[in-house]
């Protein structure tokens, strides 16, 4: 059936039109009160409906998670609310046998329409950190309650040590899901993208599942770029609606290691920051502003040798074209152990005080440190900041931070490359990978254009908070 000859409008139950319009569903209920209320029977894991009892009002198509025609009629199951008052919620109207062919049409051009292009009833696999906070709780509170009404396939598994959800994202069956499902802060995505990049077909693994997440921890920074909240509920709709969005990975060669990052690399103020506040964790993401004050406080600077690949705009995605290749992804400039490439920029940094890296746009909240990222442009943001930014700097730091305004602050350089390499000179320190601590010795980075996955509001760019 063509979109001009679906049905638009389907009239159930006597009074009650249900009309698709721009974005939503429009339901106009004529029963006397005592009738609606009468309707408002319990659905969805329990919870009932708070609209039943209006006699006019729309909902969102984002929102809708299932329509279908039953024996007891018409079912139409949605989230409502925003924020922590976000609870399934759902409608249901009797059909009378002569107008149920016409129904089942109109629930199908329904679906189509409330899905768009979104794969419906996916089938995830879901990994659940239970040593990261609230993870359990808002799972089961939170997210199983709209993959349930979703009908969405749902396999859960604990991690039960650190590395564990590699060990699974390594051994799992790429024909069984449609994605893995992270319930955690941006750690556990981190070893789910490490897993898949230790298979021997890590490029097609990498490339053909999807990883999402139940934002859990503190920062949750892939929660805030491709859903723009770090509410458990809003992004498990997020999920359930979400497209598949292309994402850079960078590889990560350290010593004989090989690995991958999908959010940041960083060192000096910024790692310190984040590694040495972990027992502060009780403090949500204002644990990041406190430890960026104290560690500026004490003027601290972190000399080494950057070496840049400005990136060349090349269009290229990651094919495997390459001069080396370890844990089978292939690697066009080698490893931290080879020499530096010829065409490199070698940039000595006597008195820097931070180095961050990111092929994301938003960090934690309200640290949008590099609005112009995309997710597919096969190049790094890198943010370099020296100890010369004193106090003051910090303090406007915290007021542009939010507004995504870093490159107007004092003695901060922007850049964009497609590799780099950071030799430290000094012997201890902090060096931070999607917030996970790596030894504090030379390592080079690499972005793999396009050769992630996830899932996202958008298939194309991420999401601008509070927009």
């Not at 009629?73 to 409502?80: C, M, P, Q, R, W």
């Not at 053909?208 to 491709?226: D, F, I, L």
Request: glycine share 8%.
């Amino acid at each position: 059936m063509s979109p001009l000859d679906a049905p638009k409008t389907l009239k159930v139950d006597n009074s009650v039109s249900l009309s698709i319009e721009d974005g939503s569903c429009r339901i106009v209920d004529g029963r006397p009160a005592t009738a609606r209320r009468k309707n408002a029977k319990s659905h969805c894991c329990g919870l009932s409906s708070k609209r039943e009892s209006k006699s006019n009002y729309q909902i969102d198509l984002y929102a809708i998670l299932n329509a279908h025609i039953a024996d007891n009629g018409l079912t139409i199951s949605y989230v409502d609310g925003d924020g922590n008052n976000a609870t399934v919620n759902a409608v249901q109207y009797s059909v009378r046998q002569e107008e149920k062919s016409h129904a089942e049409s109109w629930a199908k051009y329904f679906m189509d329409r409330a899905y768009g292009q979104a794969q419906p009833f996916k089938r995830l696999k879901v990994v659940i950190n239970p040593f990261c906070g609230r993870a359990v709780t808002n799972f089961r509170t939170h997210a199983a309650p709209i993959f349930a009404a979703a009908h969405c396939q749902v396999d859960v598994e604990e991690t039960k040590y650190r590395g564990h959800a590699i060990e699974i994202a390594e051994k799992i069956d790429l024909d069984a899901y449609d994605a893995i499902v992270c319930c955690s802060g941006d750690g556990l995505p981190h070893e789910v993208f490490n897993g898949l990049a230790a298979r021997s077909d890590a490029v097609m693994a990498l490339k053909s599942m999807a990883v999402a997440m139940v934002p859990c921890g503190s920062g949750n920074a892939m929660a805030w770029n491709v859903f723009g909240t770090d509410n458990p509920a809003l992004a498990a709709l997020g999920i359930v609606k979400g497209l598949e969005l292309p994402l850079d990975i960078a590889s990560i060669t350290q010593g004989d290691r090989h690995t991958v990052s999908f959010l940041s690399q960083s060192l000096g103020v910024l790692a310190d920051s984040d590694l040495k506040t972990d027992h502060l964790r009780w403090m949500g993401d204002h644990r990041f502003i406190y430890g960026v004050i104290s560690t500026i406080i004490q003027k601290t600077a972190y000399p080494c040798e950057i070496a840049l690949k400005t990136s060349t705009d090349d269009g290229e995605e990651s094919q495997g074209q390459s001069s080396g290749t370890t844990n089978g992804l292939p690697l066009k400039y080698g490893t931290v152990l080879d020499d530096i490439p010829g065409d490199w920029e070698i940039v000595p940094r006597e008195k820097l005080a931070s180095f961050y890296a990111s092929n994301m746009k938003i960090v934690a909240k309200d640290t949008n440190f590099f609005p112009a990222a995309l997710p597919r442009d096969g190049v790094l943001d890198v943010m370099m900041i020296d100890d010369t930014v004193g106090y003051a700097g910090a303090l406007d730091a915290i007021i542009k931070l939010p507004q995504g305004k870093c490159d107007e602050l004092k003695d901060v350089e922007m850049r964009k490359i497609a590799a780099y390499r950071l030799t430290p000179w000094k012997q201890e320190g902090y060096i931070s990978v999607d917030g996970e601590r790596y030894p504090f010795e030379p390592f080079q980075v690499e972005v793999h254009r396009g050769l992630g996955r996830v899932l996202s509001k958008s298939n194309h760019s991420y999401q601008i908070p509070g927009v």
